[in-house]
């Protein structure tokens, strides 16, 4: 990473920058509502600035518009009802590649990509992946809510039901796509689909398990929290972003 | 002399993965490092990229094969170069996920100058 990447990216001047940069800091950005396609094209802007030293290790916080996708190990036959019903409740229907197969994005749901060069971690794409489970499970066991990881399905679980879906792209080594977290989303329009395939179970979110509204940014704080203990970086919040 | 791209080992505990797509088709030129194949482990989608630049030769396993750690995945010859002879009767899910990784599917002899494997 460049001194004047991680100063242009983060507004951070300085010392702060300096010792950020030495210390292979992480940078994360608070973007709010974004829309699927726009925030797609950021990843990727984002991936071939990593790529080329530009930028820090980078993670995006933001929640989709209505959308559900489906990834490069999924199918359309894990949409359950017709497009134009979709289309009806402002739901679009787009083919990703990240791994992992359908699932649903929507307002209230809080969607994580990292931006991380795992050429720095061991190039270990399952530690990587188990790191990002255990991010989320602490998480929700700041607010009492004991998740587990499932041998035979991905994401995360709370009893037979999944609150956090997980699919990750690795693109020379650098990672895309993440994880998306059910805080105070409707969860109705999961019923339109198979989540990531699976039938006969269940999703949840933290509002439908505490009966209660959760202000989304003291998720996002809790999620910085765990993410620098468990995978060891220092994460600087953005002042500004380009 | 042919270079033969393999299953990567994507971390310690990594046993196999399945081919999701191929990005190059056989005849078609890559380059060191482009991303040549997409393979599934576990929620990932792994972009492998081209050890060697030349052309990619013969693809050895296919679309939705599953493939132990260090199975050949394709050939990759450099320009001039020519496949003499391939033996070995083509990838099957079954075959692949007992094969273990040091052994090859293919005997591949190429002109001039290729080492068989």
Same mark, same amino acid.
């Given at each position: 990473?460049?001194?004047?990447?991680?100063?242009?990216?983060?507004?951070?001047?300085?010392?702060?920058?300096?010792?950020?940069?030495?210390?292979?800091?992480?940078?994360?950005?608070?973007?709010?509502?974004?829309?699927?396609?726009?925030?797609?094209?950021?990843?990727?802007?984002?991936?071939?600035?990593?790529?080329?030293?530009?930028?820090?290790?980078?993670?995006?916080?933001?929640?989709?518009?209505?959308?559900?996708?489906?990834?490069?190990?999924?199918?359309?036959?894990?949409?359950?009802?017709?497009?134009?019903?979709?289309?009806?409740?402002?739901?679009?229907?787009?083919?990703?590649?990240?791994?992992?197969?359908?699932?649903?994005?929507?307002?209230?749901?809080?969607?994580?990509?990292?931006?991380?060069?795992?050429?720095?971690?061991?190039?270990?794409?399952?530690?990587?992946?188990?790191?990002?489970?255990?991010?989320?499970?602490?998480?929700?066991?700041?607010?009492?809510?004991?998740?587990?990881?499932?041998?035979?399905?991905?994401?995360?679980?709370?009893?037979?039901?999944?609150?956090?879906?997980?699919?990750?792209?690795?693109?020379?080594?650098?990672?895309?796509?993440?994880?998306?977290?059910?805080?105070?989303?409707?969860?109705?329009?999961?019923?339109?689909?198979?989540?990531?395939?699976?039938?006969?179970?269940?999703?949840?979110?933290?509002?439908?398990?505490?009966?209660?509204?959760?202000?989304?940014?003291?998720?996002?704080?809790?999620?910085?929290?765990?993410?620098?203990?468990?995978?060891?970086?220092?994460?600087?919040?953005?002042?500004?972003?380009? | 002399?042919?270079?033969?791209?393999?299953?990567?080992?994507?971390?310690?505990?990594?046993?196999?993965?399945?081919?999701?797509?191929?990005?190059?088709?056989?005849?078609?030129? *890559?380059?060191?490092?482009? =991303?040549?194949?997409?393979? &599934?482990?576990? %929620?990932?989608?792994?972009?492998? !990229?081209? $050890?060697?630049?030349?052309?990619?030769?013969?693809?050895?396993?296919?679309?939705?094969?599953?493939?132990?750690?260090?199975?050949?995945?394709?050939?990759?010859?450099?320009?001039?170069?020519?496949? *003499?002879?391939?033996?070995? =009767?083509?990838?099957?899910? &079954?075959?692949? %996920?007992?094969?273990?990784?040091? !052994?090859? $599917?293919?005997?591949?002899?190429?002109?001039?100058?290729?080492?068989?494997?």
């Amino acid at each position: 990473m460049t001194l004047s990447g991680f100063q242009e990216m983060t507004g951070i001047t300085g010392g702060n920058a300096v010792s950020a940069v030495e210390s292979k800091a992480c940078c994360a950005l608070r973007l709010g509502l974004v829309g699927f396609a726009p925030a797609s094209e950021l990843q990727n802007n984002l991936v071939q600035q990593r790529l080329a030293g530009e930028i820090p290790d980078t993670l995006l916080f933001l929640q989709h518009q209505p959308v559900i996708t489906i990834g490069a190990f999924g199918g359309e036959q894990n949409i359950k009802v017709p497009r134009d019903a979709l289309e009806k409740e402002g739901i679009s229907v787009i083919h990703i590649d990240r791994g992992g197969d359908v699932t649903y994005h929507g307002p209230g749901q809080l969607v994580c990509y990292p931006i991380l060069d795992l050429k720095d971690r061991g190039r270990d794409v399952h530690q990587y992946v188990h790191d990002l489970e255990e991010v989320v499970i602490r998480t929700l066991d700041d607010y009492s809510i004991k998740a587990h990881r499932d041998t035979d399905y991905p994401g995360i679980w709370v009893g037979q039901e999944k609150i956090c879906a997980m699919g990750i792209r690795v693109v020379h080594w650098i990672t895309k796509h993440g994880f998306a977290l059910n805080i105070n989303n409707d969860l109705t329009p999961f019923s339109y689909i198979n989540p990531c395939g699976i039938t006969g179970r269940g999703v949840t979110s933290m509002r439908k398990l505490l009966n209660q509204k959760l202000e989304i940014s003291n998720v996002i704080d809790s999620i910085i929290r765990h993410f620098s203990a468990i995978l060891g970086v220092k994460v600087f919040e953005a002042t500004s972003v380009r | 002399m042919a270079t033969e791209l393999v299953m990567p080992k994507l971390g310690a505990k990594m046993t196999e993965g399945m081919i999701l797509e191929w990005k190059k088709k056989e005849g078609e030129r *890559v380059d060191k490092g482009e =991303s040549i194949c997409v393979i &599934r482990t576990k %929620k990932i989608a792994f972009e492998v !990229e081209a $050890p060697e630049s030349g052309i990619l030769a013969k693809i050895v396993a296919k679309k939705g094969d599953t493939v132990p750690v260090g199975g050949t995945l394709a050939y990759i010859l450099q320009e001039g170069e020519q496949l *003499v002879s391939i033996t070995g =009767s083509g990838i099957k899910k &079954r075959e692949a %996920k007992r094969r273990r990784g040091s !052994e090859r $599917p293919y005997a591949v002899r190429c002109f001039p100058n290729c080492q068989g494997n």
